[in-house]
């Protein structure tokens, strides 16, 4: 398993990004799906880049937060519900094909349980679909997500997946 400590000893960067929750807005004290998509935009981006790893439960000062919101959000209130939420959104918003490059496991800090989402890079493009029928393609460039225009998603997939 992935050791959190060992990640968050580095910041950000190409490979690695936080993330405070998966679903729970702490602001709004309330479930919000854009929180969702944005860690969806994150795996796509891995997936289509060299891959990395997402921590879910630790804010961008590296402060443990813990996954114990997440968990409140959901029926089954623990890491297996947390696991079904997660693969459920996942198949919806980029595919189920692409799970197999997708992998969760759990770490303890501090009395707080975080998870730590190891995405190896996929065998193709992968595009996140909207809710209104479209789809984004996202890569990293150093510690951001970013989505390419049409015409630069067609150079960037035929220089990393030469055919």
Known sequence: PTDVLNLLS?????????????????????VNRALEKSAMKTIAAFLNS??????????DNKAIVG??????????????????????????????EFRQFVKLSWSQVDGKECCIVSVAPSHKAAYLNNDVNSEEFYIRTGNGTTALKLSEANAYIDSRWAR
Do not use: C, P
């Open 10 to 30: 580095k910041n950000e960067h190409e490979n690695l990004e936080l993330k405070s929750t998966f679903r729970w807005d702490v602001r709004q004290n309330t």
């Open 67 to 96: 996954l114990a919101a997440d968990y409140g959000s959901l029926n089954r209130k623990d890491a297996d519900g947390f696991e079904n939420h997660f693969t459920h959104v996942f198949h919806n918003m980029i595919g189920a």
């Open 50 to 59: 060299q891959g990395g790893h997402l921590i879910v439960g630790v804010d």
